[in-house]
């Protein structure tokens, strides 16, 4: 019998089961949280969980809460501490995608000044395989939904609320017969899938939308970057992009940390170069595979080693 899960909120670990807020939590009805998605993958062979930056995804959470004006009673190493003590007390010898939350956790409705209400921070960790549940080169359709401008709400975090708009977009493309949805900005000009960075190559060249363009300014996105330049000699040009290139380009796919590197073969049914995974798109996720899993000796500064257990 597998050992009952705990999370961590209130400031100490509890029961899985027993991690809950009130229904008149502030954040609950108004999306005044923020979240970060983190993969746990496992190695069989070292006996570790292997934590892809989990660094960066706390610096991120603690940007993203200074704009909620969420004050937390931690730094950087104290959430990462927490989150280890809580893996190895989990001890889970699978993939995992582990959820830290900061949120507006004041018992109270009819309050919109933030500086007033009080915050808290949950962690919780699951059993995690894939996100997009098809192998090889996805199904895209360009959103109706729109992303929203930075100027209407910050779009460089992960704020609860903003993820409204991709639930909206995701949901209307899979029941649409696709799997995944590309969303747009105002103007017309591409952001980003519904909880992912998108990337386009074409004559090898790299290109992606710029921070500007209301994407997520996501952590899987800057290593794929990272990688495509000093691994592989690729130009990478951040720019604004317009849909048609999508249609016209050799290869396009997505990143993130739930959908890792997945590569995009049709969009609004028009295939993307052959329909299949292009060789540059595999090079990287190949690559990629191996750093998350703590296979790359070169980048295991990316790794955050876990035992579950403790040991």
């Not at 809460?65 to 190493?77: A, D, Q």
């Not at 893996?87 to 956790?105: C, M, T, W």
């Not at 070169?298 to 790794?303: D, E, F, L, P, S």
Request: hydrophobic share 40%; proline share 4%; with cysteine.
């Amino acid at each position: 019998m597998a050992p009952e899960p705990y999370a961590f909120l209130g400031g100490k670990q509890v029961p899985l089961a027993d991690a809950k807020v009130g229904i008149m939590t502030h954040a609950l009805h108004y999306g005044t949280a923020v979240f970060e998605g983190v993969r746990g993958n496992w190695n069989e062979e070292h006996g570790k969980m292997y934590v892809f930056r989990l660094r960066e995804h706390y610096e991120r959470l603690l940007r993203g809460s200074n704009i909620l004006r969420i004050v937390l009673p931690y730094s950087v190493e104290d959430l990462i501490g927490i989150t280890t003590d809580l893996l190895e007390r989990n001890g889970y010898r699978q993939d995992v995608y582990i959820r830290p939350l900061a949120f507006k956790s004041a018992q109270l409705v009819a309050n919109l000044k933030l500086h007033e209400i009080e915050s808290d921070f949950s962690l919780m960790v699951v059993p995690f395989g894939s996100y997009i549940e098809t192998e090889g080169a996805i199904r895209c359709q360009t959103s109706s939904w729109r992303r929203p401008e930075d100027t209407m709400m910050p779009t460089g975090v992960k704020l609860a609320g903003l993820y409204t708009t991709g639930i909206l977009a995701k949901t209307e493309a899979v029941m649409a017969g696709y799997d995944e949805a590309i969303v747009l900005n105002q103007d017309g000009t591409v952001s980003e899938g519904t909880g992912e960075n998108l990337f386009l190559v074409r004559d090898g060249v790299l290109n992606t939308p710029s921070e500007t363009d209301n994407c997520l300014l996501g952590i899987t996105r800057e290593s794929v970057m990272t990688l495509a330049r000093e691994e592989f000699g690729l130009k990478v040009v951040e720019r604004r992009m317009h849909r048609s290139e999508l249609y016209l380009a050799d290869e396009v796919f997505l990143t993130g940390t739930a959908a890792h590197l997945t590569a995009v073969g049709e969009l609004d049914n028009r295939k993307i170069g052959s329909g299949e995974m292009g060789p540059i798109t595999r090079r990287l996720q190949e690559m990629y595979f191996d750093i998350v899993a703590g296979k790359n000796p070169k980048y295991m500064h990316w790794c955050h080693g876990v035992t579950p257990g403790g040991g």
